[in-house]
Nanobody
């Protein structure tokens, strides 16, 4: 079993920044892919960024390219999502997830472990 716990969400004004963290514990891994997903009310869950655990290949949704940065810390088994220039449409619950694949895929079904989510609200 792998346990994933997100933190760092909150309320931020448009144009502001937040950094989300996801700590992994349990049967941690040396391969695979980690992803950040988000789900806004009434919308489907979507992948915003993914990164392979080895090699650091990344993939971003077009809506966040140039604004969000995904990164990882192997020693701490932690995944990060640095979010800048936040917009009201970025408001959602953000989840981290783990996939066994070795390419940074964005398909929901590829991911087998999920965190509980952290709320990000962008509003003035």
């Amino acid at each position: 079993q792998v346990q994933l716990v997100e933190s760092g969400g909150g309320l931020v004004q448009p144009g502001g920044s937040l950094t989300l963290s996801c700590g992994a514990s349990g049967r941690t891994f040396s391969t695979g892919t980690m992803g950040w997903f988000r789900q806004a009310p009434g919308k489907e869950r979507e992948c915003v960024a993914a990164i392979t655990w080895n090699g650091g290949r990344m993939n971003y949704a077009d809506s966040v390219k140039g604004r969000f940065t995904i990164s990882k810390n192997h020693a701490e088994n932690t995944l990060y999502l640095q979010m800048t220039s936040l917009k009201p449409e970025d408001t959602a619950v953000y989840y981290c997830a783990r996939s066994r694949t070795v390419v940074p895929g964005t398909t929901l079904g590829e991911y087998d472990y999920w965190g509980q989510g952290t709320q990000v609200t962008v509003s003035s």
